[in-house]
């Protein structure tokens, strides 16, 4: 049986591996982590059944060359609609653009087959999957076979095209010092076309050869792209056959783990999750990839885009008072605004949290909602386990998360930006799997249900209380941003040499990032748990708040305390004043998403960037401190040391 | 007439892998139901129950007398079943068409809205927008025909994805708080959204009626929510039944999804299955729907290692491409799992599910009832969606709008005597589904399924109306 579950596993492992060699090719090109690669793939996939479907006389060769074509095509339109516009921009941008490229594509899918219907797909693939070989007791399909050919013969074919080739010669040369690959006159912005378009045909080759053993719909792929991803890492993103054998690996340790015997094989998913974590630990590609290669990729990697300027931080007496007014505001409102008002500041909440660690420190972290559920989950088991009462359960959950978010943060300090957003993944996966599934945590995953006190009962109320709670800390935060130790913080981000140098412990000052970050979110978890008063873990998982909370940092600004509460706003409060009334749109989907490529490729800082350029509302909001308002608005003050020094900023990640 | 519903061609078929998805959660926590007494199973709770007027015995009544499906002309003509005795002809008091109970000779009462919240958007449109297709459907023909009880109807949707608890409950604050809807029809698909929900329904008294049920852990469910589909119960029993009497094995794989709804099931079944003396020799938890597509192979491999002589599956998914991978592995043993109609084991798997794949229409509708009600349903979809394809899915969120506006009819809009007269509800046929009863203690109103199987990679009948307790061909 092991033979067995080995070969089985290989199979898997190739489809890993050839969906993680469209990302390793993109990353290489253009530095983008893209998360819409599946999307490409399945969209290519439609048309192939589509064909199929429509014209019966197609030869399935014909057919599957037509979705190639398209995967090439959709593949170098996303490359220019979505990524030309933020190719300056840093990781964190190129990565949620990629996420609303994602969701983009899905809705076009959406849009597109509303009206076509969903293709079937059985019995019409380019190999039959019902027929096969026998091979030690295992019967292996013709289709399965076919995918572990075409990841191997991928593989080999662009390592080839690589290392061989004037073209793979150019990627190489890009990927490693654009700057000099432009001086010798490489056309940089032809190159990463090709290499969209090649990435593209590669996922659309995925889509066909796979999907045919599973269901079709536009989040087909995504599940198995989370595992490309780890395969990706194997080789640090840069090698290929890295890739290849990570994909093969963990196909194989999958299998055989769910071969074992129960209940140790229903520990597969949890095992996929470690082993990633594992991996990025103790740095696996240094044994596939050249020192040189390395550093040629970790350099091009900043979360955060530096040298953009300074971006406001809200003076604490400017922030309290506009907290005030909301408050006021809330009184205004009917009982259900109140409500909403009360969720957009929980979101703001979260926000803040990414500010301090993303915008500040510049460890990218995809599991805000993650830090959130944990926060919640202990207020249900302060509140209902121990009978703790209200007005100590918030502040008990919010620090009783930092501990058990501490494994995150551990694991995060010892890694670079790009694998730490790997690893936030896999955390939220393990997270999910593991301790939310807990009964004495989480209830084991069923509905917990927390009772506000009785002066806390009505919407207003909670609403209130939620001001005052939300408005101490994000005054607390912009205070805490003017200090030397939140100058620091910046310092850490932009350049950790030059902050160790000036005296500045990176650790230290990481570690403090992610504890304070643990806080806001256990509060905002709590928060949230009080606000339902009846949820389950399911509520924070990593594609329900995470990204929701990334996403509006990003669009707000994730540099500011600003950014997070606009994009809150808007998230939330608005979506609610312009939510439809029984109209079914996927546009709205396509639409969310090219605002966010719009928005983003206007400025990195997102909107809070953009009304940077008409300073006078934020000098109304700075002018408390003259001095600070000299600081915050003329000077970068990410680039004052501790010592108070100014340094000078880098440039990076500019392609034009 | 085997399968009414399904007449149009294949290449227009719109593969419902997503709906199935989730579909099996609400089956899932069917399966779950099993944990509610106390960690042990015990199917004979309704049956037992003391109370006089329990649904179990006036449900049992009249199946003495034959009224569970004794569905003719005369009687779906004879007019409205009353409340109370629960005995008399069946056929829908309020329903397109009918002029019995609707508004044509009542004075207008004005706009009365209904609300609903689903999946809407993105890549999980497919799970809400049929839903919301047959419930607006439903509601334009009736209205169209004056509308019931003097009410004219109108739906407001709003989406919220799928697990999006707080989303979920902010749409349905609104609908109560602003738009002031009376009554929340088919959100069955929310399970995991409606969470904080359903509490909040209760608390504000805001009646809640659907196909599927959120939480299948009690056969009560919330105070306000009331189901057309067989409480969770049952299908505990049905599950260990089929395996006895119609996959013929006494050792069984069972694979199912590694989700705490379905995995929590296993352990219940499991014991279920030994009291019958049938012994699963191999568990294979599927970490998502997705890895159907990676794991199945190797997951079918060891279930045959293993010596089982059927697959029992608690997901359509698994349903459709475990089959596909034991075909491809020359296995050819019964499997036995809730598809509940869906079209994925048609499309996807086909003739080779022919013969050795039983399922079930999960009790939500029967699509295959010859009556004027089921005849209503068919000529309106026709009508509206001539290219669409109907699903027995769909039919469930008729047959929901069936059963409100028949209360409603009886009850005008007051929401504490619309609660009550649904809990009186004794053997209500609407004609598209099993007889309907509710009691205070059960919300959960059918009490049948039918077994299907493929032929010819269509689905047929393999049974008569299956009932609690014992089967019957």
């Not at chain 1, 909107?607 to 934020?618: C, I, M, T």
Request: glycine share 10%; aromatic share 10%; net charge negative.
């Amino acid at each position: 049986m092991i033979l067995q579950d080995l070969i089985f596993g290989l199979g898997v492992g190739a489809m890993f591996a050839l969906l993680a060699t469209g990302i390793v090719l993109v990353y290489r090109a253009s530095g983008v982590l893209n998360f819409a690669h599946a999307s490409i793939g399945v969209a290519a996939t439609y048309v192939n059944f589509e064909l199929l479907e429509r014209f019966p006389w197609m030869p399935v060769g014909v057919a599957f060359l037509a979705a190639l074509a398209t995967g090439a095509l959709v593949g170098m339109v996303v490359h220019r609609l979505a990524f030309v516009p933020v190719a300056g921009a840093s990781q964190v941008t190129k990565l949620l653009v990629s996420f609303g490229v994602a969701g983009a594509i899905q809705g076009v899918i959406g849009l597109v087959w509303a009206r076509l219907g969903t293709p079937s797909m059985f019995g019409e693939s380019l190999f039959p999957t019902n027929r096969g070989f026998s091979l030690a007791d295992a019967v292996v399909s013709w289709q399965r076979l076919a995918l572990i050919v075409a990841g191997v013969s991928l593989t080999v074919g662009i390592t080839w095209l690589l290392t061989r080739t004037d073209f793979g010669v150019q990627v190489r040369a890009l990927a490693q010092n654009p700057m000099a690959a432009r001086l010798a006159g490489i056309d940089e912005r032809r190159i990463e076309r090709r290499v969209w378009a090649l990435a593209g045909a590669s996922a659309a080759l995925a889509g066909v050869l796979l999907v045919p053993f599973g269901p079709l719909n536009p989040l087909s792929l995504m599940g198995v792209q989370l595992k490309a991803l780890a395969a990706a890492l194997v080789g640090g993103f840069a090698s290929l056959p890295a890739a290849l054998a990570g994909g093969l690996g963990l196909g194989a340790a999958q299998e055989l783990v769910a071969g074992a015997p129960a209940p140790f094989n229903g520990l597969s998913g949890v095992l996929a999750t470690a082993l990633i974590l594992v991996l990025l630990l103790v740095r696996v590609e240094r044994f596939f990839v050249s020192e040189q290669e390395a550093r040629a990729v970790e350099g091009g990697e900043r979360p955060v885009a530096a040298g953009l300027g300074s971006v406001p931080l809200g003076t604490p007496r400017a922030w309290l008072v506009g907290f005030a007014v909301a408050a006021l505001v809330v009184l205004a409102l009917s009982g259900f605004w109140a409500f909403v008002a009360a969720r957009t500041l929980v979101y703001a909440l979260l926000g803040l949290s990414l500010v301090v660690l993303t915008g500040w420190t510049g460890q990218v972290s995809l599991m805000p909602g993650t830090f959130a559920g944990v926060g919640a989950a202990l207020a249900w088991v302060l509140s209902v386990r121990f009978g703790y009462p209200f007005v100590l359960v918030v502040p008990m959950a919010a620090v009783a998360t930092v501990p058990v978010c501490a494994v995150a943060g551990f694991v995060a300090l010892r890694l670079r930006p790009l694998y730490l957003v790997v690893a936030t993944i896999a955390l939220a996966g393990l997270f999910e799997e593991t301790l939310f599934r807990q009964e004495w945590f989480a209830n084991g995953g069923r509905a917990m249900t927390v009772t506000r006190p009785s002066w806390l009962e009505g919407d207003h109320a909670f609403a209130l209380f939620t001001v005052a709670v939300v408005a101490a800390l994000f005054a607390f935060t912009a205070a805490f941003g003017r200090t030397r130790t939140g100058r620091a913080l910046r310092m850490v981000r932009d350049n950790p040499t030059a902050a160790a140098a000036g005296g500045v412990n990176p650790t230290k000052y990481g570690l403090l990032a992610f504890t304070l970050s643990a806080l806001y979110a256990g509060v905002a978890g709590a928060l949230f748990a009080y606000l339902l008063e009846t949820f389950s873990s399911a509520a924070f998982g990593f594609l329900v708040i995470s990204l929701a909370a990334f996403g509006l940092s990003v669009v707000g600004g994730i540099r500011s305390p600003i950014g997070p509460m606009v994009g809150a706003f808007g998230f939330v409060f608005l979506t609610e004043v312009f939510r439809g009334s029984g109209g079914v749109s996927d546009w709205s989907s396509v639409l969310l998403g090219a605002g966010l490529v719009f928005v983003l490729a206007r400025d990195p800082d997102g909107l809070v960037g953009l009304a940077r350029r008409f300073r006078r509302p934020f000098g109304w909001f700075d002018r408390s401190s003259p001095a600070e308002t000299a600081q915050t608005t003329e000077e970068p003050e990410e680039w004052e040391g501790p010592s108070g020094a100014e340094a000078e900023p880098v440039v990076v990640m500019s392609r034009d | 007439m085997g399968h009414a519903i399904d007449a149009r061609p294949r290449a227009r078929t719109r593969v419902r892998a997503r709906r199935s998805v989730a579909l099996s959660v609400v089956l899932a926590l069917a399966a779950a139901a099993c944990s509610a007494e106390g960690g042990e199973l015990s199917f004979e709770t309704r049956a037992a129950a003391p109370a006089a007027t329990s649904a179990a015995d006036r449900r049992d009544a009249p199946r003495q007398e034959g009224g569970l499906f004794p569905v003719t002309a005369e009687r779906a003509a004879a007019g409205r079943t009353t409340a109370a005795g629960g005995t008399e002809a069946g056929g829908p008091a309020v329903s397109p068409g009918a002029s019995s109970g609707t508004g044509g000779t009542t004075p207008s009462r004005g706009v009365l809205k209904i609300g609903t919240v689903l999946p809407l958007q993105g890549g999980q449109r497919d799970f809400g927008e049929p839903v919301l297709r047959v419930t607006q459907a439903y509601i334009d023909e009736v209205n169209a025909r004056g509308g019931v009880g003097g009410y004219t109807l109108q739906l407001v949707a709003y989406n919220a994805c799928l697990t999006c608890q707080d989303e979920a409950l902010q749409a349905a604050k609104r609908l109560v708080e602003e738009d002031d809807v009376f009554a929340f029809v088919n959100t069955y698909v929310m399970a995991i959204a409606f969470i904080p929900v359903i509490e909040y329904l209760d608390e504000h008294r805001i009646p809640l009626i659907q196909g599927g049920a959120e939480d299948m852990t009690s056969d009560a469910l919330s105070p306000v929510t009331f189901a057309t589909a067989p409480p969770g119960s049952f299908y505990g029993r049905f599950f260990v039944e089929v395996v006895k009497r119609y996959l013929q094995v006494d050792r069984i794989g069972i694979t199912y999804l590694s989700v705490p709804t379905e995995a929590e099931a296993i352990p219940q079944l499991e014991a279920e299955f030994a009291k019958e003396g049938i012994e699963v020799v191999r568990k294979e938890p599927i970490e998502a729907a997705e890895e159907a597509v990676t794991s199945m192979d190797a997951a079918i491999a060891r279930m045959r290692a293993a010596g089982a002589q059927g697959v029992v599956t608690t997901n359509p998914v698994l349903l459709a491409y475990g089959r596909i991978a034991a075909d491809r592995q020359g296995w050819h043993v019964p499997w036995y799992g809730p598809a509940a109609w869906s079209h994925l084991l048609e499309d996807a798997c086909g003739r080779i599910c022919d013969d050795v794949v039983f399922t079930d229409t999960a009790g939500l509708s029967y699509p295959d009832r010859d009556t004027p009600q089921m005849r209503q349903f068919l000529d309106t979809m026709a009508a509206r969606y001539p290219e669409g394809h109907t699903t027995g899915h769909e039919l469930a969120a008729w047959v929901a709008m069936q059963l409100f506006t028949e209360v409603l009819a009886r009850t005008g809009a007051d929401a504490e005597a619309f609660i009550a007269e649904m809990e009186t509800l004794a053997n209500l046929d609407l004609g598209t589904t099993s007889p309907l009863t509710f009691s205070p203690d059960s919300h959960m109103g059918g009490n049948a399924t039918i077994l299907l199987k493929l032929k010819d990679g269509k689905y047929v009948r393999s049974s008569d109306p299956l009932n609690f307790g014992y089967l019957e061909e």
